[in-house]
């Protein structure tokens, strides 16, 4: 299976994004799609034997609307406002000449509806009709989503329109065959009008819907358009798509990392602040990890370009949160099921008013007047604008903060959490420890070269803690037939001897004798991880290590549970002294040590029962778990995104974000609820009025701009979540 991610162009309410995204569902050879009124784009999975990309473009034509495919360009907004002014001006003639009389304006008796109706009633059909043009996409949009058998907003629009335009049309050929008085029964202005306030409601959507995703759109500029690459010691200034993988590339105080890379010279700090959220300069010397967009603070580095374009780490975050706006929540599909059956409802309403209105005895205009206005006061804007722009505005937010949340599910699934399961090293520590004590029986200095060659193959952070301490000092010897043992530690071949390092449960699984008992408890009490080294003929060794705890995690945690109300748990690896001391000092009562990557898994299936658990790792060791969790949290260090296995990625190792993620997943859920009750309350309020059987009564321009006002409630409520 292939996956896409179309731009659409056509799509203004979430009749359109469901109709599109049902019409795309039922094609063979596609598995999934999932539109996106708010981002404007289809994800589609299909399977590429059975159909290409033009396949694709032609699916969305079929449905009624139009695929830019990769290119998310469209009309530009200046050109959108200037003819939304062009248009507003002859809108505004148009109402002089139709209602000036009304009052007591002066109107030249060349256009005056009883002393000319004739050229009255041309000149108003002739500026309508410049209208429907300008509005030919609405009235388009609308009946090909009718054929189709999926009616949308610009159905209502578009029938509503027409019906008043070709009454009026009537109307004026029997003026034109001496019935003037007929003059007071034209509507022209009514159906300019309704294209204009539908014009106008979405050039503000649109507005305000940029903004949204503003964020989101940022990243893809962080990256510079140039980078300086050195060859044969010349130095070349490049555009970024002609850096290859394995150039070296210079980058001066003031400067933006290029691409992703490993520094090979020099030292500097660097700014990262746009994809970790923090504003704290890193330090980065030969070895360290560079990504592309960073800004080079103070110093000059030489460094191997690695990951490039497509590849970097800026557009892995990019892809992940834009799925995640493309993915739809449960409370989305609420909306979605709702806004299905909405528009068929409101035809039938219409039809009925009008009906009603003949049969207790009023006028054909009232009547059909009746019909239009509620057809237009009906757009289910505001209902396929509720959810999905609260969700980008959150998802963007959240990205904005060093926060990468993967799907819509997951930020709505927060508010089900009431457990929080934390992994220890990594996660609320540093996870950087050091040989703090250590004592070997023997040659200490070749023995811990042994040790420091074996770790130097393995991620763990105790293996990192090992060759950190003394790096410069120790021989490098070469190490065979490695293999790393979950949850146990190592072991490999070094001249022959096989060696092993790790806890008491490795040396246990070999059936090799312990000792070292005494400095166990020693190192231990202080709060010390301990590795144990040794060969098949027993332990030479053992090593304690310190970590230290992050400075956010003790605040985190009394924030989730004094202020969020979460009952907080620790899963760790380590000895139970050691997991107690840590879990002591940030204020966490529940703790599970000494246990293996299974047994983690297995305590948060048991405390998952119903879905309610966030389990947080440093996602090296802590995947089982992390995928057993109702919702997973990792902690990664931006540049390894794209296989992570959570649901959810911090950017930097700030824990306060935790209780961050459950404040923003509560106020999305209750503006979204919001947004959805406003937009009830609306058509259960307005529907009624534009019946005409009660003294409050609508006309079909007050109906488009009580649409308009609708929508924009709903888009500023949802903009409000920018500010958390």
Known sequence: MKKRILNIEGMTCSACSGGLEKYLNKQPGIEYASVNLVMAQAQIEYD????????????????????????????????????????????????????????????????????????????????????????????????????????????LVGIGVLINFFYSFYNTILIYQGNSELAHNLYFESSAMIVLFVKIGRFIDKTNKAKAVDTIKNLVTIT?????????????????NEIKKGDIVISRPGEKIAVDGTVMKGQTHTDESFITGESTPVSKKEGSKVLAGSINYDGYIEYVAENIGKDSSISHIVDLVVEATNSKAPIARLADKISSVFVPVIFSIAVITGLLNLFIGNSNEVSLMSVVTVLVVACPCSFGLATPLSMVVAIGNASKNGIVIKSSASLENLNQIDTVAFDKTGTLTKGEMEIADSKFIGNKEAYLNVLKSLEAKSNHPLAKGICKSGADLYQNFEVEEFEEIPGQG??????????????????????????????????TKKGESIVFFGSDLGVFGI????????????????????????????????????????????????????????????????????????????????????????IGVSVANGTDISSDSSDIILLSE????????????????????????????????????????????LNPMIAALAMVFSSLTVVLNSLRLRKI
Do not use: C
């Not at 248009?87 to 304006?105: D, K």
């Not at 490999?492 to 166990?520: D, P």
């Open 48 to 155: 590429e034997k059975k159909l290409s990309a033009s396949d694709l473009d032609r699916f969305v034509k079929e449905a009624g609307f139009k695929s830019l495919g990769d290119d998310s360009s469209t009309t530009s907004r200046k050109s959108s406002f200037r003819s939304l002014i062009v248009f507003a001006v002859l809108a505004i003639f148009l109402m002089y000449i139709s209602m000036g009389e009304m009052f007591h304006l002066p109107v030249p008796r060349i256009l005056d509806k009883m002393e000319n109706p004739k050229g009255f009633a041309s000149l108003q059909m002739g500026i309508t009709i410049l209208f429907l043009i300008w509005g030919f996409d609405i009235i388009k949009n609308g009946f090909k989503n009718l054929i189709h058998g999926m009616p949308n907003m610009d159905s």
């Open 543 to 630: 090593v304690g290590l310190k970590d230290t705890m992050k400075p956010t995690a003790e605040e985190a945690i009394s924030k989730l549970i004094y202020t969020s109300k979460k009952k907080v748990i620790m899963l760790s690896g380590d000895n139970t002294r050691t997991a107690r001391e840590i879990a002591e000092e940030v204020g966490i009562k529940d703790i599970y040590a000494e246990m293996s990557p299974k047994e983690k898994m297995d305590k948060i299936h048991e405390l998952n029962q119903n879905q309610n658990v966030l389990m947080v790792g440093d996602g090296i060791n802590d995947s089982p778990s992390l995928k057993s969790a109702a």
């Open 490 to 523: 190592v072991t490999g071949k070094v001249e022959g001897v096989t060696y092993y390092a790790g806890n008491k449960k490795l040396f246990e699984s070999q059936k090799i004798k312990m000792n070292f008992e005494k400095e166990e408890k020693l190192f």
């Open 224 to 240: 510079p358009q140039s980078g300086t690459i050195l060859k044969d010691g010349i130095e070349t200034l490049v555009p970024i």
């Open 654 to 697: 700030d824990m306060k974000k935790i209780p961050y993620l459950f404040e923003l997943g509560s106020k999305t859920i209750r503006i979204i609820k919001q947004n959805l009750i406003w937009a009830l309350f609306y058509n259960v309020l307005m529907i009624p009025l534009a019946t005409g059987f009660f003294p409050i009564k």
